[in-house]
């Protein structure tokens, strides 16, 4: 399975980004997808995650209310709509799959990694 995360850059305070991540080799419906974000000095951290069927989300309480997770089955793709981003949301963002997740927040649960986009956010 490969995963191919984009969309990430330099934005002000207040603003948006929509990071977008492709994945190829598998059937992608049957993976829970997730987003995780490592900013420098500081260990991988969850943000998002959403099941095979859309039918539930969870997201770290630091994004809840900013951030939505979607998926398109029909285009192998999971989103991070990320809105009134703060300077402390800067860090690189990662976009995984899990094939039996149960521990969303848990990094060691997702099988695949895609290989991160930065995420810069200027005060």
């Known amino acids: 399975v490969q995963l191919q995360a984009s969309g990430g850059g330099l934005v002000q305070a207040g603003g948006s980004l929509r990071l977008s991540c492709v994945v190829s080799?598998?059937?992608?419906?049957?993976?829970?997808m997730g987003w995780f974000c490592r900013a420098p000095g500081r260990e991988r951290e969850f943000v998002a995650a959403i099941s095979r069927t859309v039918e539930r989300t969870y997201y770290a309480d630091s994004v809840k209310g900013r951030f939505t997770i979607s998926r398109d089955n029909a285009k192998n793709t999971v989103y991070l709509q990320m809105n009134s981003l703060r300077p402390e949301d800067t860090a690189v963002y990662y976009c995984?799959?899990?094939?039996?997740?149960?521990?969303?927040?848990?990094?060691?649960?997702?099988?695949?990694w895609g290989q991160g986009t930065q995420v810069t956010v200027s005060s």
């Open positions: 080799g598998r059937t992608f419906s049957n993976y829970t």
């Open positions: 995984a799959a899990a094939l039996y997740g149960y521990r969303l927040q848990v990094p060691g649960e997702y099988d695949y």
